[in-house]
């Protein structure tokens, strides 16, 4: 599962870095950046839930 984030989108909550450390940080500009390209195996419900979590969908997994 590939994992990014439309910075269009994103407000800068800071829940997807909350709910999946391992897979989210904010970057100087105060947005979220991935941490990985590809979600590792086992890792894929927590994306899932920061995918859910964020308030403007701003997280795409395909």
């Known amino acids: 599962m ?3 984030i439309d910075h269009d989108l994103c407000i800068g909550c800071g ?3 909350s709910v999946a450390p391992d897979l989210f940080e ?3 500009e105060g947005l979220a950046d ?3 390209d590809e979600v590792p195996e086992g890792e894929e419900d927590l994306a899932e839930e920061a995918s859910d979590s964020c308030p403007v969908a701003a997280i795409i997994l395909d």
């Open 26 to 28: 904010m970057n100087d």
């Open 2 to 4: 590939k994992v990014s």
């Open 34 to 36: 991935p941490l990985v």
């Open 15 to 17: 829940v997807c870095p």
